[in-house]
């Protein structure tokens, strides 16, 4: 399945590159490929993947199915625990 980033997305790493975290289009497709946690409710129809950024934080990739694909919507850092355990 093939992933395509939305241009809210591909600003996204600019963004917070800005903050001082530096993420690559690969961590995001890994962690929609082999998420840890996947949330289909919150922002229905919408799913959110996470998956392990680092000891204290998860990374959350707001994306959809769609022909196919899967499109990335946004994604944002959160710290462990507070959306799933």
Known sequence: MG???TEHALRKFADL???GLI???K???KIL????HIDRTT???EII?????DKNHVLRVVHRKERGKMIVITFY????????Y
Do not use: H
């Open 17 to 19: 590159k800005e903050l």
């Open 23 to 25: 993420l690559a289009k």
């Open 33 to 36: 490929l082999n998420p840890e």
């Open 43 to 45: 922002d229905y129809p």
């Open 3 to 5: 992933v395509v980033f």
């Open 27 to 29: 961590q995001i497709t």
């Open 49 to 53: 993947s996470s998956g392990k950024l």
């Open 77 to 84: 850092p959160a710290k462990a625990g507070r959306y799933y």
